[in-house]
């Protein structure tokens, strides 16, 4: 079992930053990727950034070259840097952990609201 606690949401002005983070507690040496999604009033929920055991990211194209995700070295917690930030990423945003075996872990959810 593993779990995930986000924090870091808030509110910012459009162009401002955000630094979100991830603790992961329990198996995380089962952990082999991590990352965010979020999810947008009557939207689905998007994968935003993720980043495997090996350092590999991969980010939706709406963030590329704003946002930056990274892991700890020991590998159990997960950062967004998120920058110049616009009104489109107000969502919720939620941390993800699958582990070795395809199961998926999912935080509560932080609220990040981008004022314009």
């Known amino acids: 079992q593993v779990q995930l606690v986000e924090s870091g949401g808030g509110l910012v002005q459009a162009g401002g930053s955000l630094r979100l983070s991830c603790a992961a507690t329990?198996?995380?040496?089962?952990?082999?990727?991590m990352g965010w999604y979020r999810q947008a009033p009557g939207e689905q929920r998007e994968l935003v950034a993720s980043?495997?055991?090996?350092?590999?990211?991969n980010y939706v194209e709406s963030v590329k070259g704003r946002f930056a995700v990274s892991r700890t070295n020991v590998k159990d917690t997960v950062y967004l840097q998120m920058n110049s930030l616009k009104p489109e990423d107000t969502a919720v945003y939620y941390c993800h952990a699958r582990n070795w075996f395809s199961r998926d872990y999912w935080g509560k959810g932080t609220l990040v609201t981008v004022s314009s």
């Open positions: 329990g198996d995380i040496l089962s952990i082999e990727t």
């Open positions: 980043i495997t055991s090996d350092g590999s990211t």
